[in-house]
C-alpha cells in the first residue's frame, strides 16, 4: 500500500517539469551516436592530453583511471587532483560540459595534474581477474563502503606513486563524498594523503532527503525478490517499468530523463539543463552500480533518527559480524584532512539539515558553503549550466589556500 502511494508522489514529482517543444525521436538519435563512446574519446575530442591507467585491487577488481596529466597551455602547478565521481557516475561526469565549464578541464588548465577514479561496477570499472560480473552475485557483493574501504586507497596509492607528491587535491560528488568519509575515518592514515577535501552534494546522512525512487526502495514492505526484480538482482539495472511509472506524465524531454535511472532518482532542475549537452549526457549516464549501493543508502534513510553506518545485515548476522545487534557508526571524528562542504537548497539527496549534521560531526570541517542559486540540484553541481560559475571557483580557491 505504501509502495502505491509512493508511485503517485513520484508521479507528481516528475510532473513539476515542464515540457518543452522538442523533437525527441531525433533527440534520441544523437544520443545513439555518442553511446559508444568513451571518456577517452571524449577527452581527445576536446583537445585536452588523457593517459588510461588500470590498478587492481586487493579483492581483485580492475579499476580504470583517466588523467589529463596537463591543460592546454601545458603550465603546472606542482599540485595533483584527483576527482571522485557519485553513484551511478563516472569519470566523465567531470568532463561533459566541456572545456572551460568542466571541473576535471578547469583544474587541468590552472595547473593540476587531474586523475579521475571509477569506482568497482561502473562501465569502466567493471572487470575482476577472477569474477565475471555477467555471472551473478558474487562481483556485485559491495556497495560504497568497500569503495571507500579498498577502491579510494588503492587508486589514490596509485596516483601518489605514479607522480611522487604525498599527498592529493580531491573533490568528490555525491557518493564520491561518502566514500571518503568511509575511507579516511576507518583507515584514517589515509588522512595525510588528502591534502584538502572538497564536497559537492556531500552524502552521509540521508534520512531527510526527498527523492520519491529512493523513498520508494527505503519503504518496501512488500517481499525482497520482488524490489529486486524492480531495480536489479545484483547489478542495478531497474526496470523501465520502475523509471518511467507513469507515461502519461514523463513526455518528450521529460520521458527521456525519466528513463534514465541517474536523473529518475537524482532528479533535474530543467533550468539548469543545457540542452546542448543533453544527449552526451544521455550516453554516458547511468554509468553502472550495484544494486547494494542503493540499498545501503536505502537503509540509511529507513533510520528514523538518521545514521551514518555500515551495512545493516538484521540483528541476528549483525551479532556474529560486528558483535553488536546494530551496525557501527562510521567514526567521523577520525576525518581529520581538512573538509570544505558545498551544497545546495534544491537538492534532492543531499538535505540540507543532513549536511549541517555532517559538517557537525566531521573531524576538521573547514567550511559550509551554500550554492547562491537556489534551484541548483544534486547533478548541477556536475551538469548545471552554471556550476562553473556557482561552484568550480570556490573549488579552486579552496585548492589555493592548501
Ligand atoms: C551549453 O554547453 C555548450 C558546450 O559546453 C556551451 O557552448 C554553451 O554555451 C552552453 N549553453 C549555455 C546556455 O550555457
Ligand atoms: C579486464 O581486464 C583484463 C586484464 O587487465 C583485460 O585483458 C580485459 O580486456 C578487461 N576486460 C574489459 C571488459 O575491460
Known sequence: MRSIILILVISVAFSRSEDQEIDYESLRAEIKSWEHKTVVDLIVEDGYPVESHYVTTEDGYILNMHRIPHGLSGKSNGKVAFLQHGVLES???????????????????????????????????????????????????????????????????????????DAVYYAGHSQGTTSFYVMTSLRPAYNEKIKVHVSLAPIAFMNHMTSPLLRIISWW?????????????????????????????????????????????AGF?????????????????????????????????????????????????????????????????????????????????????????????????????????????HLDFLYGINAYKYVYPKVVDIFDIY
Not at 569503495?147 to 586507497?153: F, V
Request: charged share 20%; proline share 6%.
Open 269 to 377: 532542475s530543467p533550468a539548469e539543463m543545457n540542452m546542448t549537452l543533453f544527449p552526451k549526457l544521455m550516453a554516458f549516464t547511468p554509468a553502472g552500480a550495484s544494486t547494494r549501493q542503493l540499498l545501503h543508502y536505502a537503509q540509511e534513510i529507513a533510520t528514523v533518527i538518521g545514521h551514518f553506518r555500515q551495512w545493516d545485515y538484521g540483528p541476528i548476522i549483525n551479532l556474529a559480524e560486528y558483535g553488536r545487534t546494530y551496525p557501527p557508526e562510521y567514526p567521523l571524528q577520525k576525518v581529520t584532512a581538512p573538509v570544505y562542504l558545498i551544497y545546495s537548497k534544491n537538492d534532492w539527496l543531499a538535505a540540507e539539515t543532513d549536511v549541517k549534521k555532517l559538517h557537525k560531526h566531521l573531524g576538521n570541517a573547514q567550511g559550509l558553503l551554500l550554492v547562491e542559486d537556489h534551484g541548483f540540484n
Open 221 to 265: 514492505d512488500g517481499p525482497l525478490d520482488i524490489l529486486l526484480g524492480l531495480i536489479g538482482m545484483h547489478e542495478f539495472m531497474p526496470s523501465k517499468i520502475f523509471l518511467t511509472l507513469d507515461s502519461f506524465i514523463c513526455q518528450g524531454f521529460t520521458k527521456i530523463l525519466c528513463e534514465n535511472a541517474l536523473f529518475a532518482i
Open 91 to 165: 569519470s566523465a561526469d567531470f568532463l561533459i560540459s566541456g572545456p572551460g565549464r568542466a571541473l576535471g578541464y578547469i583544474l587541468a588548465d590552472e595547473g593540476y595534474d587531474v586523475w579521475l577514479g571509477n569506482f568497482r561496477g561502473n562501465r569502466y570499472s567493471r572487470n575482476h581477474t577472477k569474477l565475471n560480473p555477467n555471472w551473478g552475485a558474487k562481483f556485485w557483493k559491495f556497495d560504497w563502503h568497500e569503495q571507500g574501504i579498498i577502491d579510494l586507497p588503492t587508486m589514490i596509492d596509485y596516483v601518489l606513486k605514479q607522480t611522487g607528491v
